[in-house]
């Protein structure tokens, strides 16, 4: 079992291992809770699963939330739905809104509860590795309205447990998407790619890897104002993907493939290296996903006009010039989606 310690405005733990869903109970016991929990989650992760949570919940007023997995839970209607579910069961500013699921739950729970009474406590338990290497840690949070994350704020959980114990049954494809988050923090960081010759025996090892280097961004920019930009590498594409498939493609392959296309163009700039496309998806190949977008770019290039690092006609391009290497570029948004010669700012 491994800890991490996230130290934000509301600094918390994250304990990362086999069977740590145990330290649940141990939190609340400490904290003295008598109060109420809604669980926030969906249909397949309260059938895997919720037997095994409620064994670590030590109050029987327990209140369960369903909603649909993946983007498709956070519209307004499910967030409302959430709200309403708080306000017939009474809750007040000392219970709980813990989500148990993957990062789509974690962004709807987490906003329900950063703004139901002005802020209610918040746990995470994270149920995919997508959300424990990424979605987990950080406290953006929120629904979709006329593009990804486009509606939201920032609320730090109190606590984050992460069970790798619970992907002994998240399908490959899954684990894979989670995968690719990590390599993206591998890519642009010391994270050794060694580790990825056995990504399931190293898995503990590999959460708390790009974990520690996503708290060390976080805890420098809480808020996403400069130094935290560096973790979208691969998501300004990698979000256009996904918005193109209707959220059919995982977040996770869609960042795979945004990042092989960022440095395709980043190289054909003379931005990065010119080995450095083939390292990248050699890279992604090794774990399993393919690297090419399914899409043009011209099919993407309505989607990255309303990219939230798009501020005044200017474009954040996260970029690694050589392996384990950070560069993030200001481009013109004009002559990126010109698809030609960038111009840098």
């Not at 890519?187 to 990504?199: A, G």
């Not at 898995?203 to 520690?212: D, H, K, N, Q």
């Amino acid at each position: 079992m491994q800890k991490l310690t996230v130290k934000t405005s509301r600094p918390y733990d994250v304990y990362i291992g086999r069977g740590t869903i145990k330290f649940l109970e141990d939190y609340l016991e400490e904290q003295g809770f008598c109060g109420k929990i809604l669980v926030v989650t969906d249909q397949t992760i309260f059938d895997l699963h919720f037997d095994a949570l409620k064994r670590y919940l030590p109050v029987e007023n327990v209140t369960v939330k369903i909603v649909p997995q993946s983007e498709a839970a956070k519209t307004f209607d499910n967030y409302l739905a959430v709200l309403q579910t708080l306000s017939d069961n009474n809750f007040t500013r000392g219970d709980v809104v813990l989500a148990f699921g993957g990062g789509a739950i974690g962004d709807l729970a987490a906003f329900a509860a950063a703004t139901y009474l002005r802020g209610i406590r918040f746990f995470y338990v994270p149920t995919t590795l997508l959300s424990m290497c990424d979605a987990s840690v950080g406290g953006k949070c929120g629904i979709d309205f006329l593009g990804k994350n486009d509606v939201g704020t920032f609320y730090q959980p109190e606590i984050v447990i992460s069970d790798v114990s619970l992907l002994d049954t998240l399908p490959e494809i899954q684990f894979k998407s989670g995968m690719a988050e990590i390599l993206k923090c591998a890519i642009i960081s010391p994270i050794d790619f060694s580790l990825f010759d056995d990504e399931k025996k190293n898995v503990e090892e590999l959460i708390f890897a790009a974990l520690s280097f996503k708290a060390k961004i976080v805890q420098a920019d809480e808020f996403d104002n400069a130094a935290r930009h560096a973790l979208n590498f691969g998501h300004t594409l990698g979000h256009a993907i996904e918005q193109a498939s209707s959220f059919k493609i995982l977040h996770g392959q869609a960042v795979a493939a945004g990042m092989s296309m960022i440095t395709a163009m980043a190289a054909q700039n003379g931005l990065v290296h010119k080995d450095m496309p083939d390292i990248v998806d050699g890279l992604i190949e090794k774990i399993g996903l393919n690297p090419t977008s399914p899409y043009d770019f011209s099919e993407l290039k309505k989607f990255v006009t309303k990219d939230k690092k798009n501020s005044g006609g200017v474009l954040k391009i996260v970029l690694a010039p050589r392996p384990h290497e950070l560069m993030i570029v200001p481009v013109s948004l004009d002559s990126f989606l010109g698809g030609g010669k960038w111009a840098t700012i």
